[in-house]
């Protein structure tokens, strides 16, 4: 069974730094690209970042860009998320999701961790 | 990149059909086959329902179908039950600035 799990949520100060991560089984993590996406509270899904299988391709969507860096470890078969010069407006929901190689929709999601940004 | 244009909420009875659309422009929907939809239910994580078009995954109910005509996507939940009854988001794969993705501005789905 595939699952995602999301952990490093909570509570950080304007200008602050949190480390996210999803920690992946169920399938051969190193085969997939891996993505992460964002929904702030009572809010639309925003894709935040994403990164190829081998690490070769990243991209990051322009509200995040320069402050945030995603990374995996295939040994351990867990995505990160680092995230640094936080602001108010990147409190959400941040969720893990999957998506094969070579389509273009993603395909498990794990559950989400909050990440609030406030002093 | 500016999300994709859904209506705030659709409504209708059990049996009945609805159909949710998703605007965007030529550089997402309209510019390559790459639309899908996602269901939410409060509280959890969405779920793919409809990829490239109008592609269901294993295990999605037949009643679910998706379509494209231009730069607007459409999903169509028909014999709508109580289950259905959940926010619905649709995404395209889009290369304006770097290859990304760009959700829906996400539709509410009740059941009467």
């Known amino acids: 069974e595939v699952q995602l799990v999301e952990s490093g949520g909570g509570l950080v100060k304007p200008g602050g730094s949190l480390r996210l991560s999803c920690a992946a089984s169920?399938?051969?993590?190193?085969?997939?690209?891996m993505n992460w996406v964002r929904q702030a509270p009572g809010k639309g899904l925003e894709w935040v970042s994403s990164?190829?299988?081998?690490?070769?391709?990243?991209y990051y969507a322009d509200s995040v860009k320069g402050r945030f860096t995603i990374s995996r470890d295939n040994a351990k078969n867990s995505l990160y998320l680092q995230m640094n010069s936080l602001r108010a407006e990147d409190t959400a929901v941040y969720y893990c999701a999957r998506r094969q190689q070579l389509v273009y929709y993603f395909d498990y999601w794990g559950q989400g961790t909050l990440v609030t940004v406030s002093s | 990149q500016s999300a994709l244009t859904q209506p705030a909420s659709v409504s209708g009875s059990p049996g009945q059909s609805i159909t949710i659309s998703c605007t965007g422009t030529s550089s997402d929907v309209g510019g390559y086959n790459y639309v899908s939809w996602y269901q939410q239910h409060p509280g959890k994580a969405p779920k793919l329902m409809i990829y490239?078009?109008?592609n269901r995954p294993s295990g999605v109910s037949n009643r679910f179908s998706g379509s494209k005509s231009g730069n607007t996507a459409s999903l169509t939940i028909s014999g709508l039950q109580a289950e259905d009854e959940a926010d619905y988001y649709c995404?395209?794969?889009?290369?304006?600035?770097?290859?990304?993705?760009?959700f829906g501005t996400g539709t509410k789905v009740t059941v009467l």
């Open positions: 169920g399938f051969t993590f190193s085969s997939y690209s």
């Open positions: 490239d078009v109008s």
């Open positions: 995404s395209s794969y889009t290369s304006s600035s770097t290859p990304s993705y760009v």
């Open positions: 990164i190829s299988s081998s690490s070769s391709y990243i």
